[in-house]
């Protein structure tokens, strides 16, 4: 079965640089979820897209942005990258019935090193 | 918003024996509660989820219980394996914002 993808898998980036985190859901999921994952740590969520219009907003900081497009691919785009943005960042999707909620399936993540 | 505490933080169990890991959440209005295994690295995977209308759910080895009026949960493993060790996070969901709320992980290491 097709599962979530993420690209790239690896990103090293320098401090004050732009990175952009690509997700692909799951064919038919209507949602997508970012979450942060520093080491050691559980998953923090970020923010989540419904239909392709933001749903929810966690900690994320205002240097960062996402959205959702019309193939309902999702794009996380951080700026001015400081040292603490280091770390897993992944995606997740689901099936929103409508009846009751519905699994999160995780991509593999992507792993961003700020130097 | 949802918090979501969880114990032990480690755990180390002889082969063969059990595992029981334990949560607990602040709102009352979340209904589902799904458990993720991650190894070192790798993306957090679902071995089981139980919903609020349900008290008990088994799967092969794994089972997990939840006590709706205590506002906790429960993963056991029986007859655990070498393969068995890895971080897990159990999880509460709210039907208003569908977001994760994670507890802290616990480190499961299971002894041959």
């Known amino acids: 079965a097709a599962g979530v993808i993420q690209s790239p898998r690896h990103l090293i980036k320098e401090k004050r640089e732009t990175a952009t985190l690509k997700c692909y859901p799951i064919?038919?999921?209507?949602?997508v979820y970012w979450y942060q994952q520093g080491p050691g740590q559980d998953p923090q969520f970020l923010i989540s897209?419904?239909?392709?219009?933001?749903?929810d907003k966690g900690s994320i900081p205002d240097r960062f942005s996402a959205q959702q497009f019309s193939d309902y691919h999702s794009e996380l785009n951080m700026s001015s990258l400081e040292l603490g943005d280091s770390a897993l960042y992944f995606c997740?999707?689901?099936?929103?019935?409508?009846?009751?909620?519905?699994?999160?399936?995780f991509g593999p993540g992507t792993r961003l090193t700020v130097l | 918003g949802e918090n979501v505490e969880q114990h032990p933080s480690t755990l180390s169990v002889q082969e063969g024996d059990s595992a029981v890991i334990k949560c607990t959440y602040s709102?009352?209005?979340?209904?589902?509660f799904p458990w993720y295994k991650q190894e070192l690295g790798k993306r957090p995977q679902l071995i089981i989820d139980?919903?609020?209308?349900?008290g008990e759910k088994k799967d092969q080895r794994i089972a997990v219980t939840l006590n709706k009026t205590a506002k906790h949960f429960s993963l056991h493993i029986t007859e655990t394996q070498p393969e068995d060790s890895a971080v897990y996070f159990c999880?509460?969901?709210?039907?208003?914002?569908?977001?994760?709320?994670f507890g802290a992980g616990t480190t499961v290491t299971v002894r041959a």
């Open positions: 997740a999707s689901s099936l929103i019935t409508g009846v009751e909620t519905d699994t999160q399936y």
């Open positions: 064919p038919r999921h209507d949602t």
């Open positions: 897209f419904y239909e392709k219009m933001q749903s």
């Open positions: 709102d009352s209005a979340s209904n589902y």
């Open positions: 139980i919903r609020s209308n349900v």
């Open positions: 999880a509460a969901q709210r039907p208003i914002d569908y977001k994760l709320s």
